[in-house]
């Protein structure tokens, strides 16, 4: 049985671990920034009514998580949008990224929110269909960036509350 929750500080190891194991899934290396425990330390501890981490368990073990996270600093439509990222490990619990998103998803539709932004690696195929089957509309592609190789080409996607 998968239970979810949300995410406390002391899932910040797992969380870190999840998204460098995801991104070596995604891209085919491991993303590597200089304070990215830092950072996903204070995407747990600025969370809000609105902006969220939750982690999905299996027999008390992380399985996965899933973030909506604000997209803009403006703060006339910061409380209207979100990006959504979610991450989980290969394992043999199938369903996990689609209950993360639906309870995202959920909880987001209780607040303000009107928006939930999505980037997808061309390559994730996967995510792709989870996100069409909850209804989430593509709306644009975005080419990788050739400054930064870790920046692949994606897809953009929304969901509308």
Known sequence: MIDIRQATINDLDHIVE????????????????PDLLGYFKNCIKSQTDTFKIWVATANEKIIGWQSVL???????????????????TLSEHKGVATALLEKAMTEASKTKLQYILGYIAINNGAMKHIVEKLGWQQVGQIKGSEKNFTSPNVYLYVCHL
């Open 70 to 88: 604000p997209t803009r600093v403006n703060p006339f439509v910061r409380p209207y949008y979100g990006e959504s990222s979610t991450y989980v």
């Open 18 to 33: 999840i998204f460098r194991d995801g991104s070596l899934q995604s891209l085919g290396f491991a993303v590597e920034e």
